[in-house]
């Protein structure tokens, strides 16, 4: 099975801030790697997919980059309303597997 | 509006069965990959299994730790999605999602879960 780590698994940040959230995998999966946001109560959304693809409707402030065994999920501008858990998943084999999950928190 | 609704969550003793339903809208369910999704209280995201369109051969693929117990069927005539699970353990205590998993025509095979129901609550209790 594939091995996600996500780093760190949790923050503070404030409103405005520049917000990154790390995902390595423990085998190579090109770009096979969504990310996705939780807030408390609520199903899941995808944000990014495919490491770089925007989801149609995710604000342009999120943004996901990297290949192989490291990810990077970027958010430019903390919003109130990104206050949330995200967690990164591989589509690159069975069985899919999701990191621990990042909470992201206000400062 | 593609949706999906889970229902038949509840509580169930250690060593019984339970199935869950997903009724879908706004889509045509053999046309699509189907996941299920599990999350225990206070944890994160487990994959619990896979059903692939009918085009695609509509096999199943599950998580190592239901597999076995669990088994994900579909209902063409309702587009109703199914998750039996048998020889239930306290272990599965969690809310159940479904979700649909799709590939952009841009970046075909790149699958990604991007239709979520509300999930549906697991009790697992003696």
């Known amino acids: 099975d594939i091995q996600m780590t996500q780093s760190p698994s949790s923050l503070s940040a404030s409103v405005g801030d520049r917000v990154t959230i790390t995902c390595r995998t423990s085998q190579s999966i090109s770009s096979f790697l969504n990310w996705y946001q939780q807030k408390s109560g609520e199903a899941p959304k995808v944000l990014i997919y495919?490491?770089?693809s925007l989801q149609r409707g995710v604000p342009s402030r999120f943004s996901g980059s990297g290949s192989g065994t490291d990810f990077t999920l970027t958010i430019s501008s903390l919003q109130p309303e990104d206050f949330a858990t995200y967690y990164c998943?591989?589509?690159?084999?069975?069985?899919?597997?999701f990191g621990q999950g990042t909470k992201v928190e206000i400062k | 509006e593609v949706q999906l609704v889970e229902s038949g969550g509840g509580l169930v003793k250690p060593g019984g069965s339970l199935r869950l339903s997903c009724a879908a809208s706004g889509f045509t369910l053999n046309n699509a990959w189907m996941s299920w999704v599990r999350q225990a209280p206070g944890k994160g995201l487990e994959w619990v299994g896979r059903?692939?369109?009918?085009?695609?051969?509509?096999?199943?693929d599950y998580a190592a730790p239901v597999k076995g117990r669990f088994t994900i069927s579909r209902d063409e005539s309702k587009d109703t999605l199914h998750l039996q699970m048998d020889s239930l353990k306290t272990e599965d205590t969690a809310v159940y999602y479904c979700t649909t998993e799709r590939d952009d025509d841009y970046v075909p095979y790149y699958y990604y879960m991007e239709v979520w129901g509300k999930g549906t609550t697991v009790t697992v209790s003696s």
């Open positions: 998943q591989q589509s690159f084999s069975n069985p899919l597997t």
């Open positions: 059903i692939k369109s009918k085009t695609d051969g509509g096999t199943t």
């Open positions: 495919a490491a770089s």
